[in-house]
């Protein structure tokens, strides 16, 4: 069966992996009428050179897409990112993601239980006079999204899975990444209550955004 890689109107568009190309010249050969065993067996040597160029091409393909969740990895795995999506009920702080303090918990919306709402202290932007982080829609991210101590690959298909991603698609994921307020906040965190400037996420905004733009062009794949 000849696989095809689909993508939604007005997505990244994603190329096709030399595979799929053996795999149309392979039905073409067992669909001919028969022909001299010569012919046959050029065109058998000659399928044989392309599937050994699609393996080599496919590797390099898969090899680039290693190399770029890679860096979406390092930004992914940030405490700036990490800190808010924790296994359990209760966000971190800091560079070396201690319990949030004062103790709060999710709350059945991931925006805190009442009388302590995400909101009541973390405004649609920081606030330097304290050093209360803030931007839009402050909140955890589900549950089903806690990445903490996964590998790239395990976190990848974590955020790919849409049963547990809140059912977004390649082309959603994308625009959360990049274009995102929340998620935004990791490039401009403020400063702390001391006046110090937090340390952002390890790759400039724009440059990130075009590692997973490519990244996606390439299939999203994940590392194994």
Known sequence: MLRTRSQPAGGPKQNRW??????LTL??????PPMHARKV???LLFSGLLASTALAQDAAL?????KLFADIHRVLAHPRCMNCHPRGD???QGLDA???SPPVTRGPQDKGVAGMQCATCHQTANYSASGVPGAPNWHLAPASMGWENLSQGELCRAMLDKSRNGNKDVVAIVHHLTQDQLVGWAWAPGVDAAGKAREPVPIPRAEFARIVNAWAKLGARCPQ
């Open 62 to 66: 898969r090899e680039q897409s290693d």
């Open 41 to 43: 067996s050029s065109l």
């Open 18 to 23: 030399p595979s799929d190309t053996l795999a």
């Open 27 to 32: 039905v073409t050969v067992y669909r001919s």
């Open 98 to 100: 201690h319990v949030h």
């Open 90 to 92: 209760s966000p971190r």
